[in-house]
């Protein structure tokens, strides 16, 4: 199955590997450390302010698309994807 995740990008329901947070994403070291060695991977579908940010193998969104909404999307696709909150 394919989830919406802003502007006009559908990703694999399969290939993600990770929904976080705007806060979460703000206030981890790990994660600002991940993004700078990802730069060239990164993706972004908001114009300013993100609400998420999704990591697939090949790119990292930065998504105007909520974390909450973006799961109802995973669990109304039917997918077999496993969901940790």
């Known amino acids: 199955m394919y989830i ?3 502007e006009d990008v559908m990703v694999r329901s399969s290939e993600i590997i990770a929904i976080l947070e705007k806060d979460t994403v703000h206030s981890s070291e790990d994660i600002k ?3 700078s ?3 060239d991977a990164v993706v972004h579908l908001a114009n300013g302010n993100f609400k998420s940010m999704i990591i697939t193998k ?3 969104y ?3 698309i909520a974390p ?3 799961k109802k999307r ?3 696709s039917g997918s ?3 969901i940790d909150d």
């Open 68 to 70: 909450g909404t973006l």
């Open 37 to 39: 060695e990802h730069q």
């Open 62 to 64: 930065l998504s105007p």
């Open 33 to 35: 450390q991940y993004l």
């Open 74 to 76: 995973l669990l109304k």
């Open 58 to 60: 090949p790119h990292v």
């Open 4 to 6: 919406h995740v802003g």
């Open 80 to 82: 077999d994807v496993e």
